[in-house]
Nanobody, 123 residues
Framework: QVQLVESGGGLVQAGGSLRLSCAVSGGAFTNIMGWFRQAPGLEREFVAAITRSLSRTRYADSVNGRFTISKDNAKNTGYLQMNSLKPEDTAVYYC?????????????????WGQGTQVTVSS
């Protein structure tokens, strides 16, 4: 059974950085890995996605230029480097994997999800 485990969340001051990791076990990191987030009272939103081959990426406008998604196929692990963090980035961050071959923001295209990691940015 495929399992995804996120790590690296925490409390950081505005302007700071965090690096999230997503370790995939029980199967290969399939075609795409995505990061999503959900803040209290808000709907889950797309953050970034990357394809296993060719490393094609896609970012939400709100994080483009501040966040960088990457992956290590040999380690079956994905990463989200978050720089210049803002209080509005506060949320639970989830990683997910899917079988489509393009970096989609559509959550329905992802088959497996992690349990989430909390990121809190103080002002």
């Amino acid at each position: 059974q495929v399992q995804l485990v996120e790590s690296g969340g925490g409390l950081v001051q505005a302007g700071g950085s965090l690096r999230l990791s997503c370790a995939v076990s029980g199967g290969a990191f399939t075609n795409i890995m995505g990061w999503f987030r959900q803040a209290p009272g808000l709907e889950r939103e797309f953050v970034a996605a990357i394809t296993r081959s060719l490393s094609r990426t896609r970012y939400a406008d709100s994080v483009n230029g501040r966040f960088t998604i990457s992956k290590d196929n040999a380690k079956n692990t994905g990463y989200l480097q978050m720089n210049s963090l803002k209080p509005e980035d506060t949320a639970v961050y989830y990683c997910a994997t899917g079988t489509v071959a393009y970096p989609t923001p559509d959550a329905a295209m992802y088959n497996y999800w992690g349990q989430g990691t909390q990121v809190t940015v103080s002002s």
